[in-house]
């Protein structure tokens, strides 16, 4: 079993709120997720298990949302805005800057193990830009300074 | 002007406590509504004040309330559209994440007026802290009795629930959020029947979005009357206004309908960055046809937006100055249209990858000059033949850029460069 005894006291809780269990899918695939850090077969199984709907309603709704990752990630998952409000304000050069610094291509992880960096569209950020995600958290109106400081932050932190 | 209605308490701190909310005539409304009166005078009230959701389509929420069928057998739901992933737009985060409780009695008065016992606010995936607030919000109501059973002894029940999403822009679509509330993929419905009718689980649903809701205990408190005397005669009250882009002052900014464009872009904003020439503004989110600098005076209303050529939408406003490449600009929007199709319409699925390849052929220098025609085609059979808007908004800012900016595509196609580069406020050169 990958889901901790925690999770699935969430999973079980967030199941009895909803008046129909299925809606308790998207819900409980984000447990997993935060738990994991990213979403396979296994995970699949054992969440559709504890809701108590089949396999393959959990795995056609994971597979189709993006947020959940597939592969194995970092530690921290940066997910840098690069739409249109985050363009004009120079997320281009942020994506860079990032790839540059932590040595990697979008989605690898770098070699210490902690950071996977991904371009990804709106993030509702708009009037912040540019801004990135990581993990759960926002961090907006970058500067290299700003991003040098959160990555130093949270490696520390790891 | 400038009116703060929905942001009148925006910058106190302790505005997400219960207390701080109660302090202020917070739950007022919603004891008027429940103690004193019947489900169709709220209607009726919310119908006099002529609000029109702030979703992106405009439509009277009173009206979309009143489809609810009275007789029906079927349990009755609220949903509080929180998805909010238009490109542009932050509106609904600032009220979740500053003032939950408003949001909270909004969902809570639109539920008694439709019959609802159980209300759902659908929160997009990423926004983690604004769904920790509405939740805390929602427990704090608990405890104060505001939510549960016979809430302040009226007989009424309600339970609420914070919902998230998995960041698929589509649910931001009413029929597509109910698919993803059940556990599905968020994949659009054919309409009739609507959702007023079969919505959550084929039972009758009301679908608001966060800022539409948050004006209720307002127009309760006030009345309808006093509502619909904000604005204009056909968009009434305010509308919370995302300004971002090119502009010294980005933020969200609420003021009464009908105020002029210019007035949010050169007060407010401030004017264009480094003193540069404006050369475009996408006025209601990405989704809406782009206007040019001779437009700046366009009052912010439904009505006006439309005269000048666009649509007011989502009230996500952006504005680029001289140095934006709108090939460019329609290479981001392509492939965020690309990216988020839901992939349920051919026309759709297809025709975003063609619109994204064809242009980023074009940028990348390898275009030819009947690609322009092309991707005018491939506008053409988009538009309009897909389930939901999607298709349409995905065309809406290619046929834009070529429309006003054609030169530029030429421009592309002769000289494999562009006739603008980007020189943007660089994130490295902070």
């Known amino acids: ?158 | 002007m400038e009116k703060k209605l929905l942001f009148a308490n925006i910058d106190d701190p302790k505005q997400p406590e219960i207390d701080t909310y109660i302090s202020k005539g917070g739950y007022e409304s919603f004891k008027k509504v429940i103690k004193e009166m019947k489900p169709e005078e709220v209607i009726e009230e919310v119908k006099k004040s002529g609000i029109r959701g702030r979703g992106g389509a405009g439509f009277p929420a009173g009206m979309k309330w009143s489809f609810v069928p009275k007789d029906s057998p079927k349990p009755k739901y609220l949903v509080c559209n929180g998805d909010e992933s238009e490109p542009g737009t932050c509106k609904d985060r600032v009220l979740m994440e500053h003032d939950p409780h408003l949001v909270v009695e909004g969902m809570a008065i639109a539920s008694y007026a439709i019959g609802a016992g159980h209300a759902f606010i659908y929160i997009r995936g990423e926004f983690d802290y604004p769904a920790s607030q509405m939740r805390k919000a929602i427990d704090q109501a608990y405890q104060k009795g505001f939510l549960g059973k016979n809430i302040q002894g009226s007989g009424y029940d309600l339970e609420m629930i914070v919902h998230t999403g998995g960041g698929a822009y589509i649910c931001g679509e009413e029929t597509a959020l109910l698919n993803s509330l059940e556990g599905k993929p968020g994949q659009t419905r054919i309409r009739p029947p609507f959702p007023a009718v079969e919505g959550l689980y084929a039972c009758p649903t009301v679908v608001n979005n966060v800022e539409t809701l948050s004006n209720m205990s307002l127009i309760i408190k006030n009345g309808g009357e006093w509502y619909s005397k904000i604005g204009t005669e056909k968009s009434t009250g305010t509308r919370i206004f995302c300004l971002s882009g090119h502009v010294k002052n980005p933020g969200n900014y609420e003021l009464e309908l009908g105020t002029p464009m210019s007035y949010l872009i050169n007060d407010l904003g401030g004017g264009i960055v480094d003193g540069k020439k404006l050369k475009a503004i996408i006025p209601g989110g990405s989704s809406t046809p782009i206007l040019t600098p001779d437009k700046i005076d366009t009052k912010l209303d439904f009505e006006s937006v439309v005269e000048a050529g666009s649509m007011l939408g989502s009230g996500g406003v952006i504005v680029m100055h001289e140095d934006t490449d709108m090939v460019w600009v329609a290479k981001v929007l392509a492939h965020f249209y690309m990216h988020e199709s839901c992939g349920e319409c051919t026309p759709c699925r297809q025709g975003t990858k063609w619109l994204h390849d064809t242009i980023t052929r074009i940028y990348n220098g390898h275009g030819k000059m009947e690609d322009i025609d092309i991707l005018l085609d491939l506008c053409d059979n988009i538009e309009g033949k897909t389930i939901c808007p999607l298709g349409d908004a995905a065309v809406i800012p290619i046929r834009s850029t070529i429309n006003l900016f054609r030169n530029e595509y030429e421009h592309y196609i002769n000289h494999k460069k562009p006739l603008v580069e980007n020189k943007f406020m660089s994130f490295v050169n902070g």
């Open chain 1, 1 to 158: 079993m990958i889901l901790s005894d925690d999770s699935v006291d969430a999973i079980k809780k967030t199941t009895a709120r909803y008046p129909h269990r299925k809606s308790a899918i998207l819900p409980g695939l984000t447990i997993a997720y935060r738990q994991v850090g990213h979403l396979n077969e296994d995970l699949y199984g054992e969440v559709a298990e504890v809701i108590g709907v089949s396999k393959n309603e959990v795995a056609s709704a994971a597979t189709f949302y993006t947020m959940f990752p597939k592969q194995k990630v970092g530690k921290y998952l940066i997910q840098v805005c690069v739409n249109i409000s985050c363009g004009l304000m120079g997320a281009e050069s942020l994506m860079e800057y990032l790839l540059k610094k932590l040595n990697v291509k979008p989605g690898e992880i770098s070699e210490d193990g902690l950071f996977t960096v991904v371009p990804v569209e709106c993030l509702g950020s708009c009037t912040t830009a540019p801004m990135m995600q990581v993990n759960q958290d926002f961090y907006e109106n970058l500067t290299p300074e700003k991003v040098d400081q959160i990555l130093e932050d949270l490696r520390k932190k790891a």
